[in-house]
């Protein structure tokens, strides 16, 4: 009977598996730790292979064995080695990084005073007073006749005055052919941002004294100074900071307020021949008024709060909405900008707005908008920061 043909390759690759799996169990007895770290210091199999076959006798054979198993160790511990210094490496710059972000983010955050109000010019102050919006409500004549059962939040509903002073100063003037729209404020406090449109002119119009009703009246929302619980965060691209909420958010929710330094544009033609106003700070930081003044703005470049931080969506989840508020009719009254949740908003969420108005968008002028990675438009930005 003929001997038995041998299958080498199969006794290699058993031997070579065996070793392998040796060698693991004693690392993890030595109280090894990456499994990536391991040294497989079995020759390869190919290697031996082509020992055998030379016909080598059996003391030079574990010669070359050794030969081999010294020159496969220092490979593997090259590759080691190599993995270590990679590995290093790696966590170097990823440190590196993560203290580029934050040096950053802190230079963003001490870049300007914090302030809780806006601050007001003389300038912008003396426009103000000259106003017919400072003048108490019961001077004031609406432009027809009120509904008295209209909906109101207010906790004195048959004298408030809230809807009288809309129709009176914001309804829609001849000339105008966007909508205005009263945004109203329910029991819970929310805003109703349904039919939502960022070209539309939008305006809350909050309860005073007059209305007759306590500092706790669910009109009073900006007047209350609620605010989110907002983190400013590093987005990693040409955006900058953003701010992520530490809270849920639910839709129509007052998220904070926009603040900074009030200050009066004045009109200029650019090089186009169009019009537009100006504060001369050169600056994106601002946000200016469409239905309340039409020539001021306010200014977060030196002084504001964390909402300065809001980045641009083309879909975003929040809006800015122009408030007309003052706690007495005593008081002067100072145009306000807050911001309202268009949609639940979850914990760790980026809040976003958008700050450019679709159409403007679809030209392939000015800067590439990052919202998405998928995002085709650009954005028209006049001016671009320090």
Known sequence: MPPKKINWRRVRAANARHATQTRVEAHKKQGGGCSGMIREVEPMPDQLGKLRDRGLSPTVMDQKKQQVRRQFLAMKLMDVNEYKRNHIRFLQNKKIKNEEREKYVQEQLLSYQTVTKTVVSDEAKNVYMNQEANKPASELKPSRKLNSHASTACENPTACKCNRIFNALYRKPPGISVER??????????????????????????????????????????????????????????????????????????????????????EVIGDDGETFYDTGRGTSYEASFRVMQ?????????????????????????????????????????????????????????????????????????????????????????????
């Open 181 to 266: 729209k009263h945004r109203k404020v329910d029991r819970n406090g929310f805003v109703d941002m349904d039919d939502h449109n960022h070209s539309d002119q939008r305006i809350i119009v909050e309860c005073s004294d007059a209305c007759g009703c306590c500092r706790t009246c669910p009109n009073r929302q900006a007047q209350q100074e609620k605010s989110k619980n907002l983190t400013v965060v590093h987005l990693k691209d040409e955006r900058g900071c953003g701010l992520e909420t530490a809270e849920p958010i639910r839709k129509g929710e007052l998220i904070g307020e926009y603040v900074g330094e009030a200050l009066v544009m004045e």
């Open 294 to 386: 039409g020539n001021i703005a306010i200014n977060s470049r030196d002084i504001g709060n964390v909402v300065r931080f809001l980045s641009h969506a083309c879909e975003p989840n929040s809006a800015f909405v122009e408030c007309h508020s003052r706690k007495s009719e005593g008081e002067t009254l100072i145009p306000r900008i807050v911001v309202i949740a268009l949609q639940d908003i979850a914990a760790g969420e980026l809040v976003t707005i958008s700050y450019y108005d679709p159409e403007d968008m679809k030209d392939r002028k000015g800067i590439r908008c990052r919202c998405k990675p998928a995002c085709q438009n650009f954005l028209p930005c006049r001016y671009v920061d320090d």
